[in-house]
């Protein structure tokens, strides 16, 4: 079964702490002092000066903003105002991707929905009114008509566009599936 928002970040945090030696209160402090604003800048920070890892820099820039005092679910509501039509898109992808295994996370943000393992390996996005763009992480796989490169630096490597549940298909489930093995 699929984490709750609250188990998630409680395993983030713990996490954090574990492989990095401070708690995610330290690393705030550590983000808030740097006196960096833009959310990119302060990510490059942790990464070079600290030695994180982008995962871990990005979850701590996050928290220093306060993106999690927020309620999850406030914030997929949000994502999908205006968008109503895309909701069952949504459901069917975090529906498919919690019937891969017991240890997915899903990670509600401001803007979209991470799909986790060890690492994330999609993300979903409501990109405008009638699409949701899905990005995939698999590395190495060539992209085909349906399945889009993303440019290099990109959270993911492909990204598949969807607009009905229809379009969350066998081949989609397949990609989806591929990725989680990876992650």
């Known amino acids: 079964m ?36 833009k959310h990119g800048e302060q990510v490059t920070m942790l990464k070079t000066d600290h030695g994180l890892g982008h995962g871990h820099a990005n979850f701590i820039c996050q928290a220093a903003k306060g993106q999690f005092d927020a309620d999850p679910s406030d914030m ?28 997915i996370e899903i990670g509600i ?8 393992r060890s690492k994330n390996f999609a ?17 190495g796989e060539p992209g085909t008509g349906r399945l889009l490169d993303e440019k290099p630096g990109s959270m993911c490597t492909h990204k598949v566009r969807l607009e009905t549940v229809a379009d969350v ?15």
Not at 4 to 20: H, N, P, Y
Not at 109 to 116: E, G, P, Q
Not at 124 to 139: E, H, S, Y
């Open 123 to 139: 993300v979903i996005v409501p990109a405008t009114k009638t699409r949701i763009d899905l990005g995939i992480n698999l590395k």
């Open 169 to 183: 298909d066998a081949e989609v489930k397949a990609w989806l599936k591929d990725a989680y093995g990876r992650a």
């Open 76 to 103: 997929l509501e949000a994502q999908y105002k205006g968008k109503e039509a895309l909701r069952p898109v949504h459901d069917a992808l975090v529906k498919y991707a919690a019937s891969l295994g017991k240890d």
């Open 109 to 116: 943000k401001k803007t979209s929905v991470a799909l986790r």
């Open 2 to 37: 699929a984490m709750t928002a609250e188990e998630m970040m409680a395993s983030m945090k713990a996490g954090l702490k574990d492989k990095t030696g401070k708690a995610l209160e330290d690393w705030v402090k550590v983000v808030k002092a740097s006196g960096i604003e």
